[in-house]
T-cell receptor, first 113, second 115 residues
Framework: DAGVTQSPTHLIKTRGQQVTLRCSPK?????VSWYQQALGQGPQFIFQ???????QRGNFPDRFSGHQFPNYSSELNVNALLLGDSALYLC????????????FGEGSRLTVL | AQSVAQPEDQVNVAEGNPLTVKCTYS??????LFWYVQYPNRGLQFLLK??????LVKGSYGFEAEFNKSQTSFHLKKPSALVSDSALYFC?????????????FGTGTRLKVLA
């Protein structure tokens, strides 16, 4: 049973560019959340997708956008990259229940130069 | 503001000794509580959770956690530490407010188990 898979694992971009990160949830999971983990920090909630809709959004600017597809996979897009966007971006999947734990992928490490 | 505090950046313990990693939270209502572990260059792995019931919950790899409602704490414990337990540990809280789906994470505590 494949867990949460993310791609790419590492990428380097320059300021002002755009990036797309991809996530396939764990089999059977219907909910995908994205978190940003800066160096030395805990994960910060970006947004959550369920039934192809953004269900909740954290304190991130509109430069961060996402999408969920009918097969529950998801993309995170970041436009007009800033140096401060350098971080590990974590995708987490879960069942649509309140009590379910999150299952995380290994992350996409983005470096913005 | 809702927050999770892990007051210790690092905890050092000798192998075989008991360990405690502390977590307190400031979230209204009766949130759900979680512990995750992160190994270098890896994602987070679920260890255990408290939803309701017994204040002592048991999880993976021999870890357990004690919930204290009056102190709003959820400390992670293990009776006998292993060198392989060395990793970064995150406490997380999920508010149960209607329409809230996010998890709030602490800043992490690095556990170092010394042989």
């Amino acid at each position: 049973d494949a867990g949460v898979t993310q791609s790419p694992t590492h990428l380097i971009k320059t300021r002002g560019q755009q990036v797309t990160l991809r996530c396939s949830p764990k089999s059977g999971h219907d909910t995908v959340s994205w978190y940003q983990q800066a160096l030395g920090q805990g994960p910060q909630f970006i947004f959550q997708y369920y039934e192809e809709e953004e269900r909740q959004r954290g304190n991130f600017p509109d430069r961060f956008s996402g999408h969920q597809f009918p097969n529950y996979s998801s993309e995170l897009n970041v436009n007009a990259l800033l140096l401060g966007d350098s971080a590990l971006y974590l995708c987490a999947s879960s069942f649509n229940t309140y009590t379910g734990e999150l299952f995380f992928g290994e992350g996409s490490r983005l470096t913005v130069l | 503001a809702q927050s999770v505090a892990q007051p210790e950046d690092q905890v050092n313990v000798a192998e075989g000794n008991p360990l405690t990693v502390k977590c307190t939270y400031s979230v209204s209502g009766n949130p759900y509580l979680f512990w995750y572990v992160q190994y270098p260059n890896r994602g987070l792995q679920f260890l255990l959770k408290y939803i309701t019931g017994d204040n002592l919950v048991k999880g993976s790899y021999g870890f357990e956690a004690e919930f204290n409602k009056s102190q709003t704490s959820f400390h992670l414990k293990k009776p006998s530490a292993l060198v392989s337990d060395s990793a970064l540990y995150f406490c997380a809280v999920r508010p149960t407010t209607s329409g809230t789906y996010k998890y709030i994470f602490g800043t992490g505590t690095r556990l170092k188990v010394l042989a």
